[in-house]
């Protein structure tokens, strides 16, 4: 969200660096609702740690992580513990072109849990753990080297999504593909939404949300399947439409004609002219 207008934005002194401010937090007090110009990352290392981002609550287990993006409305709660908090100033990222897609990416918080790969999770672990020792130690460099590992902490998290993004994706498709073959098998019978639940093993409600998230419906895939039947069939001149419409499926030569015509733009008589035109 936007910053408030009505909370007064919290000052951030990078007292250590120009750009890092890096500790290992065991402080038990809460921080009330704030924003600040600059990006928050949060990794328990010691019991959970509850967040309250966008009106939404966090609790972050050990070695979570959640990145707060700038100008984000956000409270703290007390808790005891321990957990390495990183403050990044956002000057340095968001005139940089070259940064667009991870900006664009962090534009909201972003949560890695344990639903996420393990192996993931612990190259992100090793990279907060690694700033948090360059920036007590302080070498020469200290601002560059920090800087390059944010920017390959933000680059690892956006692939990942991606990664994860894309194999929901394909896991959509390949579901889609199962429903459509299983329609193919039996468009010309009464079949219903239940008997094709059953017949994949989904439960009626999952199989909704993966066609409701696909942007069609059981009724949609059904109709379209009947009607290219339909379509071949009044290729045959010969051929009654009133058993085309029942061969395809349909229990009413109504129905056929009205979501033939919703379908292809014409009724099935008209179809049928236009091809034998078009074959002659």
């Known amino acids: 969200m936007s910053a408030n207008q009505n909370y007064e934005p919290e000052n951030i002194v990078f007292y250590h660096t120009p750009c890092f401010l890096i500790y290992d937090s065991p402080e038990v007090k809460e ?95 090793g990279i907060i753990d690694s700033m948090l020792n360059i920036y007590n130690a302080s070498p020469p460099l200290c601002e560059t080297i920090l800087f390059n590992h944010l920017i390959t902490l933000f680059i690892k998290i956006a692939g990942y999504k991606k990664s994860s993004d894309r194999s929901n994706e394909n896991s959509k498709n390949d579901k889609l593909t199962l429903i459509k073959k299983y329609i193919d098998s039996r468009y010309t019978e009464p079949v219903t939404l239940d008997e094709l639940a059953d017949a994949i093993g989904y439960s009626k409600y999952h199989l909704s949300r993966i066609l409701s998230s696909s942007g069609v419906s059981f009724a949609d895939i ?59």
């Open 222 to 280: 059904l109709n379209e399947r009947r009607i290219r039947a339909a379509e071949t069939m009044l290729h045959d001149k010969n051929c009654p439409i009133t058993r085309i419409a029942l061969d395809s499926g349909f229990t009413s030569i109504t129905t056929f004609n009205r979501i033939f015509r919703r379908i292809k733009g014409c009724t099935p008589t008209r179809f049928r002219q236009l091809y034998n035109e078009n074959n002659l």
């Open 31 to 125: 921080y009330p609702l704030h924003w600040h110009n600059a990006f928050e990352i949060i990794m328990p290392t010691e019991n959970i740690f509850p967040v309250i981002c966008g009106g939404k609550e966090y609790i972050l287990r050990e070695n979570e992580l959640l990145i707060i993006p700038p100008a984000e409305l956000h409270t703290l709660k007390a808790q005891h513990g321990r957990r390495i908090i990183m403050l990044c100033d956002n000057e340095m990222l968001k005139d940089n072109p070259a940064l667009n897609e991870i900006n664009m990416l962090f534009s909201e918080p972003v949560l890695i849990d344990s639903s996420c790969d393990s192996i993931f999770i612990s190259e992100l672990n």
